[in-house]
């Protein structure tokens, strides 16, 4: 059974940054391309940053040059680094694959605030 565990969130400041991670188990990530998602209460949720298989990377215009995603297929473990966070980054974040294979974990809640 796959399982996706996210982690890393918390309260900080405008300007500040968190690094979240997703670690999986019962699945090897490196045939898949992986995403991190967001959502905001009331929002739908969006796709924020996905990494290839072969590590390419690409991102939302909202997050683009703030936020950095990495994978770790030894560990099955992905990283979003966020830095220059913004009041509108406050929401759960997910990972998932592009496709939303899997269940969707918990989620890790990030609020941006003053």
């Known amino acids: 059974q796959v399982r996706l565990v996210e982690s890393g969130g918390g309260l900080v400041q405008p300007g500040g940054s968190l690094k979240l991670s997703c670690a999986t188990s019962g699945i090897n990530l490196r045939p898949y391309t992986m995403a991190w998602y967001r959502q905001a209460p009331g929002q739908q949720r969006e796709m924020v940053a996905v990494?290839?298989?072969?590590?390419?990377?690409d991102y939302a215009d909202s997050v683009k040059g703030r936020f950095t995603n990495s994978r770790d297929t030894l560990e099955n473990t992905l990283f979003l680094q966020m830095n220059s966070l913004k009041l509108d980054d406050t929401a759960t974040y997910y990972c998932?694959?592009?496709?939303?294979?899997?269940?969707w974990g918990p989620g890790t809640q990030v609020t941006v605030s003053s």
């Open positions: 990494i290839g298989h072969d590590a390419r990377k």
């Open positions: 998932n694959t592009r496709g939303v294979a899997f269940n």
